[in-house]
């Protein structure tokens, strides 16, 4: 047998090793030697070192003269290599970071710190330091290429060359988006561009539904002395909460109104209704007055006024999308939302009574409809009958969009045309799915349709809220705070163009 077959068998199990020497040996050597068996406990003319593991052929009738030697110059070569120092400390104690690889990482730091909203200070911070020190060590303990370790401030930036990276890959990021847009300039005709910028000029614009649904809201909640008093009642609960560290002894905190955040009222409330039993047992369990904080927020009127809020609150989330049009939104909710005020539910409460009158008044005192937002609902296959209207109601918008195709188009066109389109448009049975995307959906009809789906691509490009704006006023509020008010308007304004186009 050869000695890659044994080792073969020994792989396979068929072959095994043991300490032992034979039958009459007396000499040292052998306990650094092993005998090697088959599975019927027969010894193999083999051993193997212990040392180095190499295989040897052995019979006791060809000595061990060789197995001797062999054995004593592997036991001189291994305390030979013990003696000696690892070659490690024979190497630098660092590794000197090229430039191109310090470049990548202030790039990312930068990215970083504008994606994240951090200062670029951080790098100096020594936490900071600290974790990617312990990033390098982790990786240079399980990594394959063994070199000296480098150390995490000579990967990390100064903070001046941050500013000029993120100012550097804002402009970089600025091209990407021109070049984005003149793509699409040269496939689409029509382009549109949404600015919140307010001054004091009256033109024409639409205003945004979500502010005026939060003047309903605000306005009518404060016309109610009742609901009035009971809000401030529960901010001041929740602010004792807070200052008292007791909110870990609910099953969800309590949450405190914002001005600045639309329906931020709305979750105060709900989180003192789901929670008010636990919120008892803490008071009561703490002694003293505690328990009078409660004696002006009722449960029940607390839980009526979360149900009269909530339709508010979905609606206006309805209207911040993003990524999908919402002008067609506003009508049928406005609708939606002055159904809901103009019925009284069994059981409720007078200042809930009340109340929905103050709401519903002012759904028509701080809602502004235009015929752009009728002609939206009309191009939305599923509301496109206006149910909403009365029937002199939907032919005036009718009348409006046979208008729009007139402005829309300079060649001359037969108005009969157009008029059937939007006949055929109103007698066909649409099918609209949860999964249909509503401007592809009239790209997918734009034969059937043309005028129609142009007027919706012009239309459907019009946010109905100033949502997108809001966010990045936040944004903008987490960049410039208390602790950090030295960033120039430039830096500001590239840290928030970074932070809003990271994925293009």
């Known amino acids: 047998m050869r000695h890659s077959r044994v080792q073969d068998h020994k792989l396979e199990g068929e072959l095994f090793t043991i300490a032992g020497r034979p039958a009459g040996a007396t000499g040292d050597f052998w306990s650094s030697l092993k005998r090697i068996k088959d599975k019927d406990d027969l010894f193999e003319p083999f051993v193997q070192c212990s040392v180095c593991d190499r295989l040897f052929v052995y019979e006791p009738k060809n000595g061990t003269t060789t197995l001797s030697l062999h054995v004593q110059n592997c036991l001189k070569q291994e305390k030979t290599l013990k003696s000696q120092p690892p070659i490690s400390t024979a190497m630098k104690t660092t590794t000197t970071i090229n430039s191109d690889e310090k470049r990548s990482v202030t790039i990312a730091c930068a990215k970083y710190c504008a994606f994240d909203l951090k200062s670029c200070n951080l790098v100096d911070d020594q936490g900071f330091q600290q974790l990617c020190q312990k990033l390098i060590d982790i990786g240079y303990k399980y990594g394959g290429v063994r070199s000296g370790l480098p150390n995490a401030k000579d990967f990390l930036p100064d903070p001046t060359n941050i500013s000029r990276t993120v100012k550097q890959l804002a402009e970089q990021y600025r091209v990407k988006l021109k070049d984005l847009l003149q793509q699409d300039l040269k496939k689409i005709k029509l382009f549109g561009v949404t600015l919140d910028y307010w001054k004091n000029e009256n033109e024409n614009h639409l205003r945004c539904i979500c502010h005026g649904i939060n003047l309903v809201v605000h306005h009518s909640l404060s016309a109610c002395l009742l609901i009035d008093q009971l809000i401030t009642s529960c901010r001041v609960l929740s602010s004792h909460f807070k200052r008292c560290e007791l909110n870990h002894l609910l099953p969800s905190t309590l949450k405190h109104d914002n001005d600045t955040r639309w329906n931020s009222i709305y979750e105060m409330m709900n989180s003192i209704s789901i929670n008010y039993k636990h919120i008892e047992g803490v008071l009561d369990g703490r002694g003293g007055d505690e ?18 809020l909530l339709p508010f609150k979905l609606g206006s989330e309805r209207f911040q999308a993003d990524l999908e049009p919402t002008l ?147 944004s903008s509020g987490r960049i410039l705070e208390k602790r950090r008010q030295s960033l120039s308007g430039d830096t500001v304004d590239d840290l928030l163009f970074l932070r809003n186009f990271r994925k293009i």
């Open 328 to 474: 067609h939104l506003v009508l049928p909710w406005i609708t939606k939302l002055k159904q809901h005020c103009t019925k009284d539910k069994e059981g409720d409460l007078l200042p809930i009574i009340q109340l929905k009158k103050e709401l519903s008044l002012k759904l028509d005192e701080k809602t502004y409809l235009t015929q752009i937002h009728y002609i939206a609902t009309f191009l939305h296959p599923i509301t496109k009958n206006l149910s909403q209207l009365s029937s002199t109601e939907r032919e005036k918008v009718h009348v409006d969009i046979m208008a729009e195709f007139a402005n829309e188009n300079q060649d001359v066109r037969d108005s009969d045309d157009e008029k059937d389109e939007i006949e055929q448009y109103l007698k066909t049975k649409m099918k609209f799915t949860n999964e249909d995307k509503l401007l592809g959906w009239w790209k997918k009809h734009s034969l059937i349709y043309p005028q129609l789906s142009i007027l919706a691509q012009t239309l459907f490009g019009v946010p109905s809220s100033s949502a997108t704006a809001e966010r990045v006023f936040s």
């Open 291 to 308: 328990s009078e904080k409660l004696d002006n927020i009722g449960h029940q009127l607390v839980t009526q006024l979360c149900d009269v």
